[in-house]
Nanobody, 115 residues
Framework: QVQLVESGGGLVQAGGSLRLSCAAS????????MGWYRQALGKQREWVAD???????NYADSVKGRFTISRDNAKNTMYLQMNSLKPEDTAVYYC?????????WGQGTQVTVSS
């Protein structure tokens, strides 16, 4: 079992920045890839970025160059630094990981970007 808890969401003006955190606990020693997803109101959940234990990263085109994913394996925490935020980034952001064929999700944190 893995537990994921996101934090760091909030309200920010367009052009601003936020940093999200995702703290993992439980059976975390075998976790390799962790990722961020988001879901805007009335839309499907979409992938944002992911990172392997070794630090290899991938980004959706919509956030490339603006968002940076990172992780601190010693603290069992993943981060998403979001810069140059746009109103279309408004969504609930979720962290996710995979372990032994199971998906684990956090509860989500709301990010609202005002124009």
């Amino acid at each position: 079992q893995v537990q994921l808890v996101e934090s760091g969401g909030g309200l920010v003006q367009a052009g601003g920045s936020l940093r999200l955190s995702c703290a993992a606990s439980g059976s975390i020693f075998s976790i390799n890839t962790m990722g961020w997803y988001r879901q805007a109101l009335g839309k499907q959940r979409e992938w944002v970025a992911d990172i392997t234990r070794g630090g290899y990263t991938n980004y959706a085109d919509s956030v490339k160059g603006r968002f940076t994913i990172s992780r601190d394996n010693a603290k069992n925490t993943m981060y998403l630094q979001m810069n140059s935020l746009k109103p279309e980034d408004t969504a609930v952001y979720y962290c996710k990981t995979w372990l032994m064929g199971n998906d684990y999700w956090g509860q989500g944190t709301q990010v609202t970007v005002s124009s």
